[in-house]
């Protein structure tokens, strides 16, 4: 019975839909510290994302989540408290992948030659797009309480600082207030256009060339204003 009780309770309590004047970020009750919750928990994601893509987020339950991931509810219930907890999770993986790409590509824009970064790194980042139909249901999920939604910018910020670094080459004597706000317009209109981008009906190579377009003459704006300085 108190099984059954603290279970209830769990799905009573939903940070997400609580204080809309003081959104609070999302985060998981506790992190696996051994190998075996480990897989529990990635099960427990991979099934998520899986469910996300089919149903949507409405019809996306956290008992759902359980069954397909082979684990019992109350299992899931000690990492995450709801199904906006899980979804945030979910976009927390998807800026942590994204994350890793920047590091792939050297960490920094190259002064000299970032036109032909910037083409070569967005059309990597929208091969994640179109081969992870998952991203989109994410993104839109965030969308869906002022608490994801506020979880989504924090998330969106921790990016933006690693961007930020990135423009420093091409913007030596911008402000570093001026390029962190660079970084985060720059971080939101391309996790915009890039969901916009697989949109049904939507042709997925034309929104990412005005992505392209888009980046390119903000950036060299940018570099024109710094360098004049």
């Not at 002022?146 to 990016?159: D, F, M």
């Not at 080459?169 to 256009?193: F, K």
């Amino acid at each position: 019975m108190e099984a059954i009780t603290s279970s209830r309770a769990s799905r009573r309590a939903d940070p997400a839909l609580e204080s809309p004047d003081d959104p609070q970020e999302l985060l998981p009750r506790k992190r696996p510290t051994q190998e075996r919750s480990q897989r529990k928990f990635d099960a427990l994601l991979s099934s998520a994302r899986e469910l996300l893509t089919e149903v949507g987020f409405e019809s996306f339950t956290c008992e759902e989540v359980a069954s397909r991931a082979d684990v019992p509810i109350g299992t899931l219930y000690q990492f995450f408290a709801n199904k906006y907890v899980i979804v945030c999770e979910l976009n927390r993986q998807d800026f942590a992948d994204v994350r890793d790409e920047l590091e792939q590509f050297n960490g920094e824009v190259p002064s000299l030659d970032w036109l032909r970064f910037l083409n070569n790194f967005v059309d990597h980042l929208a091969k994640l797009w179109t081969s992870d139909p998952s991203r989109r249901e994410v993104w839109l999920a965030m969308q869906s309480t002022p608490s994801t939604r506020a979880t989504g910018k924090i998330q969106e910020k921790g990016l933006a600082g690693q961007i930020a670094l990135m423009l420093a080459p091409l913007t030596p004597r911008t402000e570093r207030d001026r390029r962190i706000m660079m970084a985060e317009v720059l971080v939101h209109v391309v996790y915009s256009m890039l969901n916009f981008s697989v949109q049904d009906g939507q042709s997925h190579a034309d929104a990412v060339d005005e992505l392209k377009r888009l980046m390119v003459a903000y950036l060299l704006v940018a570099e024109k204003e710094s360098r004049s300085h």
